[in-house]
Each structure stands twice: as C-alpha cells, then as structure tokens.
C-alpha cells in the first residue's frame, strides 16, 4: 500500500533528504580549481588525474569544470540498494553542498514519489 499526501501548498515546506539521488542525475556540479585540488587530494590522485577522469570533456574554460556524468549521473553517485551516497561526500563542491533538500524542488517530488510513494498535488495533474 502507498501513502498518499495531496495537500495544496505541500511545496512550501522543508524535507529531510531521503537520498533517492535524483538531484545528483539532473545537473552537473561545478567545481572550483580550489575545490579540483581538494578533491584529487582526498582521492590521492593528481589535478591532471583527476581533470582526465571526473571532468567533463565538452566543458571548456580554465577556471573551473563541470564533474563528469556517466549513465546519466554524476561519476560519484553510488547506491546501496535504493540509497545513494557521494563517493566524495567529505569534500563534495559547494554547488553540491549548498543543495537544500526541500519540496519547492521537483527532483525532491520525484524523489518522493518513486521512492517513498508519497504524491504530492502534481501527481494528479
Ligand atoms: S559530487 Fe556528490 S553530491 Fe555532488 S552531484 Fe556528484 S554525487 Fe551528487
Ligand atoms: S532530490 Fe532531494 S531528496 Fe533526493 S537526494 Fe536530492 S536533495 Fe535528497
């Protein structure tokens, strides 16, 4: 059985992030050379290491890059069973970590509604 929740305004309020995943599948994170640095670091491998693995190709400026997405979603998601985690979640960029989890998001919706079987008023439109 799935829970249902069709309250009008039901956007406005916050959520806790039930990790399903999506928000990491829909955009592609911006990192800082800063950020590339500390990344490669925790990861133990060079800048031009880590800029010929995680980077993406078609992104082309000097100042910062885009984090590679493979099988449409960031080269760090990872899942266990229905949960995702980031590989880099101790050094993720602040694109990623200024993310708030809240319901004005559609990928926190869908989240929700595949995850949770909780619908939110747009499910019935
Ligand atoms: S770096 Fe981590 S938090 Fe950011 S998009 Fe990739 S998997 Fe998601
Ligand atoms: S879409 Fe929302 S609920 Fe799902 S992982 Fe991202 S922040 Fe968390």
Not at 53 to 71: A, D
Not at 86 to 101: L, M, R, T
Request: proline share 3%; net charge neutral; glycine share 4%.
């Amino acid at each position: 059985m799935t829970d249902s929740l069709n309250l009008p305004g039901l956007h406005t309020y916050s959520m806790e992030c039930i990790r399903c995943g999506i928000c990491c599948t829909r955009y592609q994170a911006i990192v800082s050379l800063d950020e590339v640095q500390q990344i490669a670091s925790y990861l133990g491998i060079s800048m031009n290491e880590w800029v010929k693995l995680y980077s993406e190709p078609r992104w082309h400026s000097h100042k910062n890059y885009l984090i590679r997405h493979v099988n449409a979603a960031c080269i760090f998601l990872k899942y266990a069973g229905k949960i995702s985690y980031c590989d880099i979640q101790f050094v993720k960029p602040c694109c990623c970590s200024d993310w708030i989890p809240h319901l004005e998001n559609t990928e926190c919706r869908e989240g929700l509604r595949k995850n949770v079987g909780v619908f939110t008023e747009e499910s019935s439109q």
